[in-house]
């Protein structure tokens, strides 16, 4: 086993969980986890026995597990070769930012309907501080993706929250294009410090707004980075 397999180790956590439900949708999501969280890179090949022995699930559940993360966008099938995980294109940006324009804002107009819990919000922003003052800017990039999480857990709805985690998913397989992680992450968490501000003070129209730019901002910087 390679170092870069170290994602593969970890997944072991997971084995009583998977073991337990004995499901596609498990072994799914403790893939989409290692996504989420920057273990599982674009172009990484996924071994079939590796994850069977890690997880201790069948090759048809983890076949199951593959197509659902493959209609996910996060996976794709190579003929001849086997599975990796995906590397998303322009084009998956646009749709992306489009969708996320969409979902984020919404949750920050249902949240000022009434009384919000902001803190899950305050400790992904105390997780990317942390990890800054580490000099750890893939840690900062999981922290923000963990921010926009909680961003839309907001809203208190099931179905937010699922699809949120799979647009952030993609989401975290596009970020590795950045070729220096710390000038694409750093500028985000005061953004992030600022957007819990407003929302501490209950100026929701503001963080929305504040928000559309912030998204007009990172795409563009994703956009140019694919296409230099």
Known sequence: MTTTDGWLTSL????????RESTA????????????EGELVPGTRLSEEGICAALGVSRNT???AFRLLS???????????????????PTDVRELYRFRRILEPAALRL?????????????AVDEGVSSAREADWPGVGT?????HQRLGQLTD????????????????????AMADPHAFHQPYLPRNQHLLHLLEEGR?????????????????????????
Do not use: C, K, W
Not at 12 to 19: I, K, L, S
Not at 71 to 89: A, I, Q, W
């Open 62 to 64: 983890l076949r199951e």
């Open 143 to 147: 922290a923000n993706i963990h921010f």
């Open 157 to 176: 709805s099931a179905r937010m929250d699922e699809t949120m985690t799979q647009l952030l998913a993609e989401l975290r397989l596009v970020f590795h």
């Open 12 to 19: 072991t956590a997971d084995r009583d969980r998977v073991g």
């Open 204 to 228: 929701f129209a503001e963080a929305e707004e504040s928000l559309l730019e912030y998204l007009d901002v990172a795409e563009r910087q994703l956009l140019d980075a694919m296409s230099g």
């Open 25 to 36: 949708n498990r072994v799914a999501e403790a893939l989409r986890h290692r996504i989420i």
């Open 111 to 123: 949240a000022a309907r009434g009384p919000v819990d902001l803190g899950a919000l305050r400790a």
């Open 71 to 89: 209609h996910e966008r996060l996976l794709e099938h190579v003929f001849n070769r086997g599975v990796f995980v995906r590397s998303p294109s």
